[in-house]
């Protein structure tokens, strides 16, 4: 299933692709590395009855721009603070999944007056998070690509992807200590993300909820039931 028709807002130096629907208080999802939007369809859907959902794909993923400039996790969180100046939300609910999560918690950091609540989706804040063996493959993918980057602008981006991956976000314990707005945290049974990082994630900000749910890995967790459940529960 895929989300309705795309709109295009232009900030800074590209322009960006978003799916919005419904009134109310903003909740916008931001979605994982390599994915766009079209995997937080179930979730867009039951929430659209009660809020205004945005759903924003990252520059180079789904229908939006790639840009010119490498891609880190803070100039993805800058993207996103840009859209919704520029759309003038404020007090808005983030829903963020596995890189988006990463970029919700770069957005806290950054400029957490835009935030009221925070949903954090198999997520991590430092690179040695995730688990060794998935970053030896990246690093691997990442030098096989290399020479091909330099001719072909679609591999470049893709390695521009994977460096999101095994590059660290310049996010610590004492950032996420001092969010001090609501946080949910959830991981997977079988997630990509160490089980220890996860619960040293929750440690470190202040009065968060975590939830690990069962039965699931990093790739499917967004689709499980539980998730909309416990998200519904959270943020009302």
Known sequence: MELDDSKQLN???????????????VLLFLHGN????????????????????????????????PGEVPYSIDLFADDIISFCLKKKFSNIRIVGYSD???IALMIAKKYPQLIDKLVIISGNYKVEGVKKWLRNILKFLIILLIPFSKH?????TQKWKYDLMVDDMGISESD????????????AENDLIYEE????????IKGSFLKMIKKTN???IVYNDQIIKITDEFLN
């Open 176 to 187: 996420l200590k001092k969010i001090i707005k609501p946080t949910l945290v959830l991981c």
């Open 100 to 102: 988006g999560a990463n």
């Open 11 to 25: 900030i800074d130096d590209i322009t960006l692709s978003y799916h919005e629907k419904g009134k109310g208080d």
């Open 218 to 220: 990093h790739f499917n």
């Open 197 to 204: 990082h996860t619960f040293n994630m929750h440690r470190n």
């Open 34 to 65: 390599s994915l766009d939007s079209d995997i937080f369809v179930n979730m867009y859907e039951y929430f659209a009855e009660k809020y205004k959902v945005v759903a924003v794909d990252s520059r180079g993923h789904g229908s939006s721009e």
């Open 152 to 156: 072909f602008n679609s591999i470049k």
